[in-house]
């Protein structure tokens, strides 16, 4: 491991070098103040209430790592619910799971990562040309299940154009942590009326290495605390001294042949092994296209953390079956140390993943009169995966899903410019085997909705409704059928010069996922026993947000705060109930509250006719409550944040260096255990040169530098999978 990070350090140099030879890049003017447009709403071009961040490609380049959760995870007010390598999903101003919609060209990526946190989601964050995010509800345009907000993830799979000649992109990266290796490539041409896309990616790596114990050092103490308190208990027996010994002997055995909580270095099932691939076609016409694409993705990864075991609530449950295995049980355990790290995770739960996926979309430029633009989308998925274990086939997903959509812009009318649209899915999930925490359930969705603008002086306004029907049928048992309203109302004001200002009030609702509804099984990837309620109702939520956005040349500033009252809002309520070995968690309905704010600001403080030195900084946090008595708290709630950058361009070269500074969380949940601060350093060094028609970066990289342990309080396996530790990566991009 150190001989590859001490090779990829010595490769700078020759970077360096390479990278001379060719032409300097032209520069955009440092400052400059970009007009992003947000494709994933109808309204962004002519500006947007709704707080928004965009990654394009030259961030997504810096910033793309082996999820989508982890890739925006460092944006202000977003977070990753990691759960290892294989698997994370971002959480929006503390919203996550089923409240949080990740979409591929604005359809559902149809997968079944909401059903629980060990589940990846389906679309790779390293073929993506942009990535969207919307913070905070967007049910007008998404349906109940974007009530927090959406990430939109763009591929370009299907073309929307004609190009002039073949053009495309070719990565390959490496890092040290893993051994991890990683390759791209898409083309895209064309001729005629006709227009194809190809693409293509591949990447595995082995368990990473990290900065100390796999447990976290609460949980180590928790279970001594309950080690010494059934040492206690042993004491009370009429045979107190031998289990005195016993106990000793024990402790002994774990301090040399280790338990769980003693992997040390390495988290065991952290690995895996990513393929897949599109290929896209679309006829072309003055007034627009239609086309299609069809992709596959396999993947295999680790689930660290994964508690398929009851716990340690037996362990000494039977003392003499213990003190007839002892002897066997220690060489057992001498032998899994001896063993290298591959085969320490032959046991580790492994997820097998297939996926194949295929997506309509057409457009038309003014179709009827009165009307702009119709946009046609449909997505249609076959997706399962089997989660195995020591070899052994465990529960199989299953997800057969369609998702349609249609929007059809409309010219002024009564002074309001907007587009309406329509909203279809389906969905047939099912579980089977012994982990199987939820009946197979078949669920239906509709909805129509409108949302419009209009300026009313140098005031701008922003309007919509939406209408949607739920309807879930179980296997067993009765169904239930939900229907809400969604409604919106936002402010757009220019104020001084070069600032303005944002209101937006809205009321959404949200029905409840099956998985809330009907699950009563353990699931071991949360680690405790989900109970649903089949009475659960929808949860609604009043949001006001108002947000401040100013820049000049040579600075921008923008901040945002929340507040979002939710009625009914679904949770899992702890109780001191245990089944097999499992904590019982029940799913229930509460007031809540959500409030928060995120502040953000880049300045040039250099610049000279090849490049520019900008600095940049955020701090964001959130504080939700229940309205129940006792214990008010949330679990999983992120920790405040403060992170600062740089960005140093010059000629050829690039250097960006971010440090992000999270605090320690002990506003807990019942039963949660506190998470430490940690700090957060990456650096970036890149040389760009242009050889021909090509555009060449290469580079050198580096995550968490200051090896530092990094607990996010947003995963359930925070206190038995930290985040890596150093890791030093290289590669490189051509664009032609």
């Not at 605390?225 to 774990?254: I, N, S, Y």
């Not at 009165?370 to 989660?387: A, K, M, Q, T």
């Not at 509709?446 to 009313?456: D, I, M, Q």
């Not at 009765?478 to 809400?484: A, E, H, K, M, N």
């Amino acid at each position: 491991m150190k001989r590859i990070q001490l090779t990829l350090l010595a490769a700078a140099p020759c970077l360096a070098v390479a990278a001379l030879a060719g032409e300097a890049p032209a520069q955009e003017e440092p400052g400059a103040i970009e007009e992003i447009i947000v494709l994933a709403h109808p309204l962004a071009r002519e500006g947007l209430a709704q707080a928004s961040d965009v990654l394009d490609a030259d961030e997504l380049e810096r910033k793309a790592v082996d999820n989508i959760g982890a890739t925006v995870g460092n944006e202000p007010g977003i977070h990753n619910s990691s759960y290892g390598a294989g698997a994370g999903r971002p959480v929006i101003h503390g919203l996550g799971g089923a409240r949080v919609r990740v979409m591929e060209e604005q359809i559902d990526t149809l997968d079944v990562s909401v059903s629980s946190g060990d589940h990846a989601v389906t679309v790779d964050p390293f073929i993506a040309e942009r990535v969207e995010v919307l913070k905070g509800s967007a049910t007008l345009l998404y349906g109940s299940g974007a009530i927090g907000g959406v990430v939109d993830v763009h591929t370009g799979r299907i073309p929307h154009e004609v190009p002039e000649r073949i053009h495309g992109a070719f990565g390959l990266r490496g890092s040290d942590n893993g051994d991890g290796t990683n390759g791209t490539i898409r083309l895209d041409g064309g001729g005629g009326n006709m227009a194809w896309h190809v693409d293509a990616f591949a990447r595995e790596a082995g368990d990473y290495d990290i900065p100390g114990f796999a447990e976290s050092a609460a949980l180590r103490a928790l279970e001594e605390e309950e080690d010494h308190h059934d040492e206690e208990e042993h004491g009370d027996d009429d045979h107190d001294h031998e289990a005195d010994d016993h106990h000793d002997e024990e402790e002994e055995h774990e301090d040399e042949h280790g338990h769980e909580e003693e992997v040390y270095g390495h988290l065991p099932g952290s690995g895996l092994e990513v393929r897949g691939g599109s290929v896209g076609f679309s006829t072309v016409g003055d007034r627009g296209f239609i086309g299609f694409s069809v992709s596959r993705l396999d993947s295999e990864y680790g689930i660290p953390g994964h508690s398929h075991a009851h716990g340690h609530h037996d362990d000494h449950d039977d003392e003499e079956h213990h003190d007839d295995e002892e002897h066997h049980d220690d060489e057992e355990h001498h032998d899994e140390h001896e063993e290298e790290h591959e085969d320490e995770v032959e046991g580790a739960p492994i997820v097998d993943l297939e996926q194949t996926r295929i997506d309509v979309e057409a457009e038309l430029a003014e179709p009827f009169d009165g009307f702009e633009n119709l946009n046609i989308r449909l997505g249609i998925n076959d997706y399962g995966h089997v989660e195995n274990e020591a070899g052994e086939v465990g529960t199989a997903f299953a997800n057969k899903a369609w998702e349609a959509r249609a929007e059809l812009t409309h010219d002024p009318a009564g002074g309001w410019h907007g587009a309406l649209g329509v909203q279809f899915g389906d969905r047939e999930f099912s579980v089977e085997g012994e982990e199987a925490f939820t009946p197979p359930v078949d669920t239906s969705s509709s909805g129509l909705f409108w949302v419009g603008e209009r300026a009313l002086g140098e005031l701008g306004l922003e309007a919509g409704l939406r209408y949607e029907r739920v309807a879930h049928e179980p296997a067993q048992g009765s169904g239930r059928d939900f229907s809400g309203f969604s409604a919106s109302l936002g402010f757009i004001v220019p104020l001084a010069e070069g600032w303005e200002g944002t209101l937006l009030a809205d009321y959404s609702s949200r029905a409840p996922v099956g998985e809330e509804l009907f699950s009563d099984s353990p699931h071991p990837g949360t680690g405790v026993f989900e109970i649903g309620d089949p009475e659960l109702g929808q949860e609604h939520a009043r949001n006001l947000a108002a947000t401040l956005t100013g820049g000049g040349s040579r600075w921008s500033a923008r901040g945002t705060f929340y507040y979002t009252d939710f009625a009914d809002f679904i949770y899992q309520a702890a109780t001191d109930e245990e089944i097999d070995g499992f904590d019982v968690r029940r799913y229930a309905q509460a007031d809540a509250v959500f409030a928060g704010f995120e502040v953000e600001g880049r300045v040039t403080v250099a610049e000279w006719g090849a490049g520019h030195l900008e600095l940049g900084a955020f701090f964001d946090t959130v504080s939700p409550s229940l309205d129940v008595s006792g214990n008010d708290n949330l679990p999983l709630i992120p920790p405040d944040r403060t992170g600062v950058s740089l960005e140093f361009t010059r000629d050829r070269l690039r250097v960006n260096m971010d440090y992000v500074r999270a605090s320690g969380q002990d506003d807990l949940a019942e039963f949660e255990l506190p998470t430490d601060s940690y700090d957060d350093l990456r650096a970036r060094i890149a040389w760009r040169f242009r050889p021909g028609d090509m555009t060449v970066d290469l580079f050198l990289a580096g995550r968490n530098l200051t090896d530092d342990e990094q607990r996010l309080h947003t995963s359930v396996v925070k206190d038995q999978a930290p985040q890596p530790g150093r890791t030093i990566e290289a590669g490189l991009r051509m664009r032609f």
